[in-house]
């Protein structure tokens, strides 16, 4: 059921599935760890820094912890990298340390398909599977808030621990519309990862799949086509876009979502702008830009849309005559962030041409709750 490294959290949750309480996940993961059938792929950094810390007092000595190390892969190699890394909150010249994190665990091949098989034989397979798929759409949501706070690597290095859980999630076939409604809401708060980080054409396909399997008209779905009209965007896919951006404007008026509709008129005065069609843009972009959005967590906010506006007001000229505005092709990057040029950085920087008022990060017990005693100390969010 567990397809990738997993902790003692996301363990919890699909045990709790089975009536299995937390203090048993917890002396299970123990056992089977003693018993060579569990195999530990990182330690508790906490307790490593504790123990590092006692023997360097009492000058016994010297552990080094290279586990938890931060991975850097991650760090701004380019003159754009180094301004991304800026705009995370970090810089080139001190590397903060990594936060604590938890124990992860990993099952061999063979022991899965043992396991897997005897939770179908106990018919048990349906409750598990939905168990993990609502314990991966909470880990893409405590991204999602990670990505909006101080230093984005948080997000970044969240998603990659779980890319192997988040990918099953999303690709696993749902048991029932609302399964799949489930991974939808997965494949939205990822919207960073699909839509930044350079993924837009995995993000289309999970959001093209899943749309398919929720034909009811609800709040979440309006939002994945957004998402899916933004990303269509992106990939200068017009038609598809256009289309997408409709059916997203249509579903977010149903529901009343102001919030959706903002980043619908935000994709369209990208697809204005890649047209060198500078007076709808400014139209479109003018409406994103002075909207106050009520759900902050998700999607591109009004920063975005000000940059956007400011270069089509640019290429308007002083007599408001559109000048041609040349759209870049894809540049390759070294590192997960934004792509160069002005669509790439305006599209996923903040570059915070209005302050916005500090929204203080949820507590991550809120965010992702579990069966687990005291709160998810996953990735520095609490």
């Known amino acids: 059921m567990l397809p990738g490294d997993f902790d003692g959290w996301l363990a919890g949750c699909?045990?709790?599935?089975?009536?299995?309480?937390?203090?048993?996940?917890?002396?299970?993961?123990?056992?089977l760890l003693r018993a060579s059938v569990l195999v530990r792929v990182r330690a508790d950094t906490a307790a490593t820094a504790d123990t590092a810390a006692t023997a360097d007092a009492t000058d016994t000595t010297h552990v080094t912890d290279t586990i938890g190390a931060t991975d850097t892969t991650d760090a701004p190699t380019t003159t754009f990298g180094s301004a991304y890394g800026s705009a995370c909150g970090t810089t080139s010249g001190s590397a903060p340390a990594p936060p604590p994190t938890p124990p992860r665990y990993r099952l061999p091949t063979a022991t899965r398909a043992i396991g897997l098989a005897r939770v179908r034989a106990a018919g048990e397979e349906a409750v598990a599977l939905r168990a993990f798929r609502m314990a991966c759409a909470a880990l893409a949501a405590e991204a999602q808030v990670a990505w909006q706070g101080?230093?984005?690597?948080?997000?970044?290095?969240?998603?990659?621990?779980?890319?192997?859980?988040?990918?099953?999630?999303?690709?696993?076939?749902?048991?029932?519309t609302a399964d799949a409604l489930t991974a939808l809401d997965t494949a939205v708060s990822l919207w960073f990862r699909w839509a930044v980080c350079g993924r837009r054409r995995e993000g289309r396909v999970h959001l093209g799949r899943l749309l398919r399997h929720c034909g009811d008209d609800t709040a979440v779905r309006a939002r994945a086509l957004w998402l899916a009209g933004w990303l269509a965007a992106q990939d200068r896919a017009h038609r598809t876009a256009e289309s997408l951006l409709d059916r997203a404007a249509h579903a977010a008026a149903r529901h009343a979502d102001a919030d959706t509709l903002a980043r619908v008129a935000h994709a369209r005065g990208v697809l204005a702008l890649c047209r060198a069609d500078t007076g709808t843009a400014v139209a479109w972009l003018r409406r994103a830009a002075e909207h106050a959005y009520q759900d902050t967590w998700y999607g591109p906010g009004p920063a975005y849309s000000q940059v956007l506006l400011a270069i089509a007001l640019a290429a308007s000229g002083a007599a408001g005559t559109p000048v041609p505005v040349p759209v870049p092709g894809p540049v390759p990057v070294s590192v997960p962030g934004p792509v160069p040029g002005p669509w790439g950085m305006a599209a996923a920087v903040p570059l915070n041409l209005t302050p916005a008022p500090a929204v203080p990060l949820a507590p991550q017990n809120e965010t992702r709750s579990g069966p687990l005693p005291g709160p998810r100390c996953g990735r520095g969010l609490s």
């Open 14 to 31: 699909v045990g709790s599935s089975s009536d299995v309480s937390a203090q048993e996940v917890e002396a299970s993961l123990e056992h």
């Open 150 to 176: 101080p230093d984005r690597r948080i997000a970044v290095q969240l998603v990659e621990s779980e890319r192997h859980n988040l990918r099953a999630a999303l690709t696993r076939p749902p048991l029932d």
